[in-house]
């Protein structure tokens, strides 16, 4: 079937499978690779993107069913080619390794940054929870958080 | 140095009129780097269409006539950071900025014959390699320079990709140097390089090349990647380890537009021009399976069966020590003359590496004019292995295969092998098309390998002032990595029994040195108590190597040891142990829930030593990651089987560690500025297991001996009576 669905303040019309997560139409449909897999079953957050201001697995939501709310994924962040604060923040605190995780991170800690200016180290633990780094980097992607809440954390509205 | 043949110094030049000129220096091994192979390979002529370099290269670099720095090395980066690492030593060499260095990693035919990322081994080797590579450049460029300009090359300064005579204050730059001419040099093995004291760039904590993708969500991983007309590819698996396929219908897949199944033995693949058609596809194949014959040992039972069932020699996951047995003294007889012996025995669970980037590779086959060639992007930790296995597999020559590793989704030596490569290379060589796979995580689990299971038995003596005067250690198949002590014990046997592993086994992240450490450091812990010594003090008296006495009092000093008034249901501990030229102490503090048993790692200091840093910030990060995943190991990830079949092949039943279970980490760097570097991605982990067991016999009185330590939390009341050793 076909839908139609907002990413990046793109509209797209694709044509689905009712098997189709939104995680698959992402990548394979649109290309959009910045959106990982890690386990499919909505336990690594690998896949994290924001539905309207909400982190959600997309491995997890059925294509069909992403039709009408706002996506948006990593590569939606950068405005004129200047990084969201969150990237930045990671990227000043150096906290990845092998960055698999990081999109999911970012994602994550941006929703986060939207419900809750400044949150706490236990907020930070409990919003970043299903989100897993096999590389250990937590320590730093909660330094991350802290530093883009201390900037002022939000961002430029849409 | 060995003599180039002819056809070694062509090959040069052609490589160099590939790179368009300019200045290439290159090392030529001649030790132990090369592989055993080495005579074959260098018989086997060039790539087709394409110049190669010889094999017994191990490094080489080359600048351009812009003074562009290319640097070429079969290692690969898996987000340990090496490609940063070794770009700054070769900018600290070459005295150019980082901005000028581009690395070329882990493609085998571009980069030089290397044996794989593992075993620390990237920044000793193949950093001092690229520094004397580096170097090399450096002193050609100044005596172009001076000859140039008839002077002197001793007056000669070099800066910031330029030479300069501050006499005359003539300047040139690198690309000027070399622009228009093509040289080559060799690397002398005794061309002086920089000491780490008067580094500038080394030394410093510069960001991650290329981070900016990385956060952008830019950088393509294997898994990411596409190419016109690739195909999707599926594999059938079996149902159980080792079983095989009996009838097979394929004909309700087959029927699926642009299906293709392509079965050869128990080798069955699906390719379809989406992921959904291939998983449809899959899914659509009537398959019954007979199981293997034979025993099958279970969760439950791997230990004894370890025991009882040795293998005639060590195999994968046995790497990294030596497998011979080693005695010192009469162990026997110091142990029956101790005035203190205790004998307890440790079991290390089989784990998943779990990396968060699954298996993934694309190949692509193509027939041209001068014969048929594969390519194959994967993320694997040994390339050039890779490519044989892939060769191998495809019944093609070796030097028509290339294998190219973008930077990858971590390995933790998790990805040695190349079962994707396999797998989309046969089925691209049958299809003619490009075939991409992605390991689905629960594949991952249930067919890639683990870090072996094993058994551990320590026996051992101490004298009445606490010194260890007898040890015995036997260990049944973990492995031998770090199996002898670091302390100087008078009286030692240590053996390493091999098992056949019911299960695919293989490297991990510091290889056994984890388990060996969990076994050995738990019994030192439990010696102290029992000579009624500190923790800290006994080791300390037992330790003759000052390094290792540095960081275990660096580590206890900043972790504030013993400290007093711990917090009910709190407990602290302390291990240590050197490994791959590391030197690493961890003190631990665990609170345990007195009602539901639960554990929590509150606090890690790890005090590492690994020579002159080469990347401060880099090997913080290295240390608290290796920590973060040693709570997994140390407190609840564990392989559960039966019947050749894997029961917890998902992340919601394995658990890996989570953001609430990273403890806040302390990192205290020692820094030896005049040791030689060291690889520091595995030692870190090994101490923070028998840390946190000594922690938790502190805040319970409960010795646990077995990991995990607590998959379900401590069962504190039945246990407590037993524990009391
Ligand atoms: S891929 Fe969606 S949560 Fe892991
Ligand atoms: S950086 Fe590797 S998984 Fe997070």
Redesign the interface.
Known sequence: MRIDIDVNGHRHSVDV?P??TLL?VL??EL???????????G??G?CTVLVGAHAVASCTIPAQSAAGPPIT???G??RDGR?HPV??A??DE?A????????GM?MASVALLRANAQPSRED???A???????????????AAVRRAAAAGGGETPR | MKPAARSEGASRREFLKMLGGGLLVVLVSRDALASPALGARLTEGPAPGRPQMPENVSAWLHIDQNGDVTVFTGKVE????IRTSLAQEVAEELRVPMSSIRLVMGDTLLTPFDMGTFGSRSTPQMGTQLRKVAATARERLVALAAERWHVDAGRLTTADGRVTDPQTHKSARYGDLTAGRTITADVKDDVALTPAAHWTIAGTSA??VG??D????????T??M?VPDMLYAKILRPESIGATLAPLDSSAAESMPGVAVTRDGDFVGVTAP???VA??ALGALRATWTPAPGPSPSSRDIYDYLRRTPAPEAGPGHEGGPTEPFERGNAAGALASARHRLTQSYTVAYIAH?????RAALAQYAHGRDGDRLTVWTGTQRPFAVRDQVAQAVGMPNDRVRVIVP????G?GGKHTGEAAVEAARLAKRLGKPVKL?W??EEEFRWAYFRPAGVIDVDAGVDADGAITAWTFDNYNSGPAAIRPPYPIANQRVTFHPSVSPLRQGSYRALAATANHFARESHVSELAHMVDMDPVAFRLKNIDDPRLHDVVQKAADTFGWPGTNHQPGHGIGVACGFEKGGYVATCAEVSVDRGSGDVRIVRAVTAFDCGAIVNP??LR??I??????G?GGALFEAIDFDHGVIRNA???DYR?????D?P??DVVLVDRPDEPSMGAGEAPIMALAPAVAAAIFEATGVRLRSLPMAPSGIKLAAASGAGSS
């Open positions: 499978d098997s189709q698959e990548r394979d290309g959009l690779t910045g959106t990982k897999y890690g386990c499919g079953e336990r690594c690998a994924t990593i590569e962040l950068e990084l990237q930045q990671f990227l150096q990845f390794q092998c960055a698999y995780c990081t999109p970012v930070i633990a409990h970043l929870e299903t989100n897993v780094c096999r590389c250990g980097t937590y320590p730093r992607i909660a | 898996f987000g340990q950071g960001p991650r981070a900016r990385l956060v952008t969500g830019r950088h393509q991983y898994s990411d596409r989406s992921p959904v998983a449809k779990v990396p968060l980037e699954p930077d990858t989704g971590s933790y992605v689905t995580r910030d880099g990060n290295q608290s990651g290796a920590l973060v995943q709570v998902h992340l919601a890996v560690p989570r953001f609430s990273a806040a980490i």
